[in-house]
Nanobody
Framework: QVQLVESGGGFVQPGGSLGLSCAAS????????MGWYRQAPGKQRELVAR???????NYADSVKGRFTISRDNAKNTVYLQMNSLKPEDTAVYYC??????????????????WGQGTQVTVSS
């Protein structure tokens, strides 16, 4: 059983900063890409940022230069530092990870897992 537990989030004024973290635990053999998605009311869930196991990153255009994703492979944890927050960043943020839980007949058992979501509200 694998769990992704998020922390951080909350309420901040425009221009402020917040940090999110997401720790994976359970029967983990290895973790490939990890990422953050968000979903605002009435909108579809969208990719915010993604980081591979080797540290390559990509970001949504709307957050480039303001958000930074990082990971600590030893702790199975991914982080999202959000700076210069805007009201349009308000959403529920979800952690996502592609996790290998074992090897079966020489092939990895690979599934995608999601965190429970954490609310980020940017408002004056």
């Amino acid at each position: 059983q694998v769990q992704l537990v998020e922390s951080g989030g909350g309420f901040v004024q425009p221009g402020g900063s917040l940090g999110l973290s997401c720790a994976a635990s359970g029967s983990i053999f290895s973790i490939n890409a990890m990422g953050w998605y968000r979903q605002a009311p009435g909108k579809q869930r969208e990719l915010v940022a993604r980081i591979t196991s080797s540290g390559n990153t990509n970001y949504a255009d709307s957050v480039k230069g303001r958000f930074t994703i990082s990971r600590d492979n030893a702790k199975n944890t991914v982080y999202l530092q959000m700076n210069s927050l805007k009201p349009e960043d308000t959403a529920v943020y979800y952690c996502n990870a592609a996790i290998v839980t074992g090897i079966l007949f020489g092939r990895p058992i690979d599934n995608t897992y999601w965190g429970q979501g954490t609310q980020v509200t940017v408002s004056s």
